[in-house]
């Protein structure tokens, strides 16, 4: 998908990605929309060229990075470094400064498919990491009830929980959470 507010540049660049072997599935003049045309057509990449992006443009790069990521390329005549922080926190995947040399294009979507790929694994690894704390969290918590109610050490403890998941064919964390849920109802009752 390419956004250029420059017609005579959009049909250059269009036709260099034609050449390169890139689908343009959608060229349009103006980031108006971007959030529904990005929805509609789930572009690969998106390749932006606008003279003074606004922080309505940004606003909605960052929407579209939180619900359906994308990889962005932004040419832009911005150089604050403000607005450039802005813009990779939005999710752009690469920011240059100065008109968009249509010879250039392919390498530079390459890099930066790469560079969002990069950081969507890392993004994912983060994620799992923590759930995996959060469920650890839980596990301990209920352990630590299961001991002060039950008064049993920590490895009697961990062993009812095993042996609890184990009985109900739940993982371990959702045993924990309604362990924590039942025994904190307990303690509740007895007040």
Known sequence: MLVD???????MVEERLWAAGFDVILVIPSAAGLLFQIEQNRPDVV???????????????AIINHHNPTPVVMFT???DPDYIREAVTAGISTYLVGDINPD???PIIDVAMAQFRAFQGLR???LSTRAQL???K???QAKGLLMSHKKISEDEAHRLLTKLAMDTNQRLPAVAKTVLATLSLQGKRKD
């Open 138 to 140: 839980l596990i301990e």
């Open 47 to 61: 390749l932006m060229d606008l003279e003074s992006p606004d922080r309505d443009v940004l606003e909605s790069l």
């Open 77 to 79: 005549q911005q150089d």
């Open 5 to 11: 507010d420059n017609p005579q540049r959009a049909t």
């Open 104 to 106: 250039q294009v392919k």
């Open 124 to 126: 994912e690894e983060l």
């Open 134 to 136: 959060d469920d650890r």
